[in-house]
């Protein structure tokens, strides 16, 4: 199985950035379309983000347009999420995902084959 290993994450007030980074073990990352998720306690995981393969086109939830922006360096085997303009609605355990056989980009958390363990964001008022 490919390994998604997170890091970044924390406490920031309302409108302080944060940067999350996912890197893969598997030396096929470049093939993988990418994904970003979040999840909050009794909601259902959300779309937040995703890039396709080679990074030429990006992808993001309605409620975070225009705030966050998904990036990949495939020699680093590494997908970032830039989270700007935090707001306290954005707290949730975020997740990297890859897809490995990515026909299209997909907003559907089941259409994920590996995910990272998940790291806290959270943002106080």
């Known amino acids: 199985q490919v390994q998604l290993v997170q890091s970044g994450g924390g406490l920031v007030q309302a409108g302080d950035s944060l940067r999350l980074s996912c890197t893969a073990s598997e030396r096929a990352f470049s093939s993988y379309n990418m994904g970003w998720f979040r999840q909050v306690p009794g909601k259902e995981r959300e779309f937040v983000a995703a890039?396709?393969?080679?990074?030429?086109?990006?992808y993001y939830g309605d409620s975070v347009k225009g705030r966050f922006n998904i990036s990949r360096d495939n020699a680093k085997k590494t997908v970032y999420l830039q989270m700007n303009s935090l707001k306290p609605e954005d707290t949730a355990v975020y997740y990297c995902a890859a897809d490995r056989n990515p026909f299209w980009v997909s907003r559907t958390s089941r259409e994920y084959d590996y995910w990272g363990q998940g790291t806290q964001v959270t943002v106080s008022s």
């Open positions: 890039i396709t393969r080679t990074g030429d086109s990006t």
